[in-house]
Nanobody, 120 residues
């Protein structure tokens, strides 16, 4: 599976960005995808996940109510709409393909990352 993110950039606090993750290749072992982020000096954290059918979504407490994850299976693309951005959202954002069975299990399929910078 190959994953390619796009859509990062620099935005002022309170602004919005939409990230995209285009997937290609065999998805036989995958039934969910997630967005992770990693800020300098911090661990990579899962911020949102969505199952293949889109029936289940979940968010970390830090982004709940501000971010929305979605997918277009016809385009093999996943999105992360980020609204009301805060400086603490600044990080490199990665998409991941994995499995969901009550919890999300990331497989070793990662995008190259896209930088999101929120200025105060």
């Amino acid at each position: 599976v190959q994953l390619v993110e796009s859509g990062g950039g620099l935005v002022q606090a309170g602004g919005s960005l939409r990230l995209s993750c285009a997937a290609s290749g065999s998805t036989f072992s995958i039934n969910a995808m997630g967005w992770y982020r990693q800020a300098p000096g911090k661990r990579r954290e899962l911020v949102a996940l969505i199952t293949s059918g889109g029936g289940i979504t979940n968010y970390s407490d830090s982004v709940k109510g501000r971010f929305t994850i979605s997918r277009d299976n016809a385009k093999n693309t996943m999105y992360l709409q980020m609204n009301s951005l805060k400086p603490e959202d600044t990080a490199v954002y990665y998409c991941n393909a994995g499995r969901y069975s009550g919890s999300y299990y990331p497989l070793n399929y990662w995008g190259q990352g896209t930088q999101v910078t929120v200025s105060s």
